[in-house]
């Protein structure tokens, strides 16, 4: 018999759901980056909202949902193909999104059984390839010099980070100018961004967050005018070979399908194809 619990608590739901998301890492990175995030946030004595959905049967767990809202739900991998449940539990229980991400294939079906149940249709919006990294092939040298952001560096960030987001993002997911700094300036402050150094500025930049074992890539970004010069190939060569080097087992990253461009860079640096994943917006219930 299908059921469905609740949890707010991550340390609760990784007791219950980690040995299964921990399976297929890179898949489950997001999921498992928020509740290390929420973990982090707790130890502080921060206020964390974040919703576990578990659907399960006799034989254990099928499906694992995360959200914080007002964000995305983010699905796992399933154990088998029978997750409406969860769908019709979610909508049951007036949960909202703007978008429902996951695997493709479970991203897809729980998709159509939202648009059956709500009215809400969801439009495909990014189809991406998922990848993972254990060993660097370092590209050919290019000028220029990898470091970490600066604190003075984060009004350009922040504007990497919105032009960024302006071609890859669903508006709802893009930010104010203000948003998008205070959140350059909290990611320098521990860490987060790398920059490649042309002349002394910055010429591209990389983003890294992830779980204690899996680093995650993200936020690659190269302004239109410095492309075509390999800062893109080299500052992510070598941020994922700094991952491995400080104990990580191993990196991953999300392309976009689409751009053959950065498909070919990460699989010339090392990434090996794992999985496909897919970002769904729900428009507006009807009438």
Not at 216 to 222: A, D, E, L, P
């Amino acid at each position: 018999m299908m059921q469905v619990e609740f949890q707010n608590n991550p340390r609760d739901f990784l007791d219950k759901c980690g040995p299964y998301l921990r399976q297929n890492e890179a898949e489950h990175n997001l999921i498992l980056t928020l509740c290390h995030n929420a973990e982090q946030k707790l130890r502080r004595g921060e206020k964390v909202d974040i919703r576990f959905s578990i659907l399960s049967n006799e034989e254990g767990l099928v499906l694992a949902a995360v959200q914080t809202p007002p964000h995305n739900l983010v699905l796992s991998k399933a154990s088998q193909a029978d997750i409406e449940k969860l769908a019709e539990t979610l909508a049951n229980n007036n949960f909202s999104f703007p978008g429902i991400v996951g695997p493709s294939d479970v991203a897809g079906t729980f998709s159509s059984k939202w648009t059956q149940l709500t009215g809400q249709k969801p439009v495909e919006y990014m189809d991406q390839l998922i990848y993972t990294l254990k060993k660097v092939s370092f590209p050919p040298p290019v000028e220029g010099e990898f470091r970490f952001a600066r604190p003075g560096e984060a009004p350009c960030v922040a504007e990497w980070v919105s032009a960024f987001a302006r071609e890859a993002l669903p508006k709802a997911e893009q930010k104010s100018s203000a948003e998008e700094l205070k959140k350059a300036e909290e990611m320098i402050k521990v860490g987060r961004v790398a920059v490649w150094i042309v002349n002394g500025r910055p010429a591209a930049q990389a983003g890294i967050s992830g779980t204690d074992s899996v680093a995650r890539i993200s936020m690659v970004y190269t302004p239109p005018e410095q492309r075509g010069h390999g800062y893109a190939s080299a500052i992510v060569a070598h941020l994922s070979q700094l991952q491995l080097d400080q104990g990580k087992k191993m990196c991953c990253l999300y392309a976009d399908a689409r751009n053959p461009v950065s498909n070919s860079i990460y699989r010339k640096i090392g990434y090996e194809f794992v999985g496909r994943s897919s970002l769904y917006v729900l428009e507006n219930l009807k009438g």
